[in-house]
């Protein structure tokens, strides 16, 4: 059992930058790998970017592909999100989640545990 809870959502403009912090707690941190997904109101979850366990692999949405950068830290127990040149489309509540296998990948499904979400609100 891994429990994740996500912070560093807020209000942003146009432009701007956020950093979103997932804390993950529970079994060893570096067995899963990890991904950040968004859900927009009326829409479908979708995927941001993953990190492999040891962190040599990475993949983004292309919406978000130059613009955000995926890391984690294993002796923190901590996966980050950082999110640049913020744009109203990026307004979503942002899930972290975490995959009990070292395949990165791009569905929500085969992710095994979620947090609850932290809020992005980017204004034009």
């Known amino acids: 059992q891994v429990q994740l809870v996500e912070s560093g959502g807020g209000l942003v403009q146009a432009g701007g930058s956020l950093r979103l912090t997932c804390a993950a707690s529970?079994?060893?941190?570096?067995?899963?790998?990890m991904g950040w997904f968004r859900q927009a109101p009326g829409q479908e979850r979708e995927f941001v970017a993953a990190?492999?366990?040891?962190?040599?692999?990475?993949d983004y949405a292309d919406s978000v592909k130059g613009r955000f950068t995926i890391s984690r830290d294993n002796a923190k127990n901590t996966v980050y999100l950082r999110m640049n040149s913020l744009k109203p489309e990026d307004t979503a509540v942002y899930y972290c989640?975490?995959?009990?296998?070292?395949?990165?990948?791009?569905?929500?499904?085969?992710?095994?545990?979620w947090g609850q979400g932290t809020q992005v609100t980017v204004s034009s």
């Open positions: 989640a975490a995959k009990g296998t070292n395949v990165i990948s791009t569905t929500p499904t085969l992710y095994d545990y």
């Open positions: 529970g079994r060893t941190f570096s067995y899963y790998s």
């Open positions: 990190i492999s366990k040891l962190g040599r692999s990475t």
